[in-house]
């Protein structure tokens, strides 16, 4: 069992702590050590390319979290309260669905409708949009929203009821208590979904390959084409910057569900 | 409103659901309709809107009938693999203290949550010609000083790729079947005569059933349409399904109709897992 155990942590490992020790190397080749170095960092820093698709990405993804977030926090509240046990389960599968539905599947069916979508705007006003930022936005904010939905609705299931009723009781309206009592209390699972968003987007590729066009490179997308161009030591050093930026998210959300 | 529960069925808070529902009509259950439509059509610029089931059948030319069995077989592959090493790694870490059992379970949830293009590149610094398992099986003696095992591009190497990235999802679901398990069960069984191996197959694998079933279906799904692995691992003659529907849309010449008509032989062949999934899992209960 040890033994076992040891093994599959050294495969989860090693791939990992390979690339991150290589990004420190001084070698221009990317699989060999030639004694420690930060050149590729320094390289990494000034790359306009770089700084250009780590914008549109922080961007796509401070968009996302906000829309998700709020629609999927809306969504988990009327959820909650639909009348019709029966209803509420279809809304609920119907919520799911982008959580199954494969990300190229999602990807292409994207890419299909902001053409159709935009060879009818030219045909009807001349005006022909791109894609871009705001379209990568739309799709990332379409699958982030079931997240969103499904970790509100987690918190929002395990809350008392009785101070919601109580509020009503001494005479406070819906909007009073959804502002006063339910949002206050299930604020924490709010911001874990938010979060939760945030490294969604910041991390997905797939629809966003898709979706993006030649404009709003994202940082995935930067290392899809550098990859392509070739394995090199600065591709290790923007890896090891992402996989550092990805740890201290879930630990920070970890850290967010513990606080009850 | 002052005599309304707050359970009776109130109208702002239906009208949540509304934003949600809109966003998630307009851009994920109406491209996905489109999908449909377009898989249904003729190829050809302009399109014409001509029903046909044409492009169904020109996914059975041969070329295509093995990327799909190779991406099934794959897929396959991948979950035997995440159910042989994701198994005994979720029963060791359950078996751990409390301090310890935390500490395990995060460590096999970082790959989960880190960029899996990165993942998938670290891959390639391994497993490239003169990469580090290249360096190692010289530094050992293995290997000459200017051979290579040319284990970049291979089935093996996609398989290993995708093992790596879904190896959480299968660890997650077991774990927590594992955690509710109740352990005097087994050890009752001990007690009445059977064996380890007899106690292992009698009761702790019925009753974590639900567990191994979940876990497989979240690799499976994936799996089945990863093209990103077959990409950066996988040669020529290792393209999946992911890589022939891509192919269809981003490169030339493209071919909208037949990449949708295979996107839908993607659901269907999910479909068919989640079927499966319902129908093993109602089994199981009914064993069990």
Redesign the interface.
């Known amino acids: ?2 033994l ?2 040891l ?3 050294t ?6 702590a ?2 991150v020790l ?1 990004s420190f190397s001084a070698s221009r ?4 050590w030639g004694g420690f170095s930060l050149e590729w960092y320094a390289k990494l820093f000034h790359n306009p390319d770089i700084s250009q698709a780590l914008l549109n990405s922080l961007l796509i993804a401070v968009a996302t979290t906000l829309l998700a977030t ?3 926090t ?2 988990a ?7 019709d046990r029966q209803r509420a389960s279809h ?1 609920d599968t ?2 799911t ?2 959580i ?7 990807g ?6 902001f053409v ?1 979508v935009f060879n009818g705007l030219e045909r009807a006003l001349g005006w022909r949009p791109t894609l871009g930022r705001t379209t990568v936005t ?2 990332h ?3 982030a ?2 997240y969103v ?1 499904v970790v509100v609705r987690a918190r929002l299931s395990g809350m008392d ?1 009785s101070l ?2 109580a509020a ?1 009781d001494l ?1 406070a ?3 009073q ?2 502002r006063r009592i339910t949002l206050p209390l299930i604020w924490p699972g709010v911001v874990s979904g938010g979060l939760l968003a945030f ?1 969604l987007s910041l ?1 997905e ?2 629809i966003t ?2 979706t993006s066009g030649p404009g709003a490179t994202t940082l ?1 997308i930067q ?2 084409s550098m ?1 392509k161009r070739g ?1 090199t030591p600065e ?2 050093a923007l ?1 090891t910057l ?2 550092v930026v ?2 201290v ?2 630990t920070l959300s ?1 850290m967010l569900q513990r606080r009850r | 409103m002052l005599q309304t529960s707050p359970y009776a069925p109130t109208r702002m808070r239906t009208w949540c659901l509304a934003p949600a529902a809109l966003w998630l009509g307009i851009f994920a259950f109406l491209p996905l309709g489109i999908v449909v439509a377009i898989s249904l059509t003729e190829r050809g610029s302009p399109m014409t809107w001509a029903f046909t089931l044409h492009n169904y059948a020109r996914i059975a030319d041969p070329l295509l009938l093995t990327i799909v069995a190779r991406s099934l077989w794959t897929a396959c592959a991948t979950t035997a693999l995440c159910l042989a090493i994701g198994y005994p790694l979720a029963y060791f870490i359950v078996q751990r203290g409390p301090h310890l059992r935390t500490m395990l379970y995060f460590l096999t949830l970082v790959p989960l949550w880190s960029n899996s293009l990165v993942l998938t590149y670290a891959w390639m610094v391994v497993l490239r010609v003169d990469g580090v398992v290249d360096q190692a099986a010289r530094w050992l003696g293995w290997l000459e000083t200017q051979a290579s095992l040319n284990w970049l591009y291979t089935p093996g190497a996609v398989v290993a790729g995708l093992v790596y990235w879904y190896l959480p999802f299968m660890v997650y679901p077991i774990y927590s079947s594992l955690e509710k398990f109740d352990w005097r069960l087994v050890e009752a069984a001990q007690d009445l005569g059977a064996s380890r191996v007899t106690a292992f197959f009698k009761v702790l694998l019925p009753l974590t059933w639900p567990g191994i079933l979940a876990g497989s279906l979240l690799v499976f799904i994936p799996a089945l349409s990863n093209f990103v692995v077959p990409q950066f691992l996988g040669g020529a003659k290792t393209a999946l399904i992911g890589n022939a529907i891509q192919e269809r849309f981003l490169s030339q010449p493209q071919d909208w109709p037949l990449g949708s008509a295979l996107a839908l032989i993607v659901i269907l062949l999910i479909s068919l897992s989640i079927w499966a999934y319902f129908k093993f899992a109602h089994e199981g209960h009914a064993v069990g």
Do not use: C, H
């Open positions: 069992m040890l076992n155990a093994l599959a942590y495969f989860l490992y090693v791939p990992i390979v690339l290589l080749y990317a699989s060999i709020v629609l999927g809306l969504a509240l009327g959820l909650e309260r639909l009348p809304y119907a919520l669905l982008p199954l539905v494969p990300d190229i599947v999602q292409i069916s994207l890419l299909l409708f159709l739309i799709a904010t379409a699958f929203i079931s939905a009821k919601e009723e009503m005479g309206d819906e909007w208590v959804l490294t991390d590729f797939v390959f898709f995935p290392v899809w990859v394995v591709i290790n890896s992402m996989l990805s740890v998210l879930v970890v």
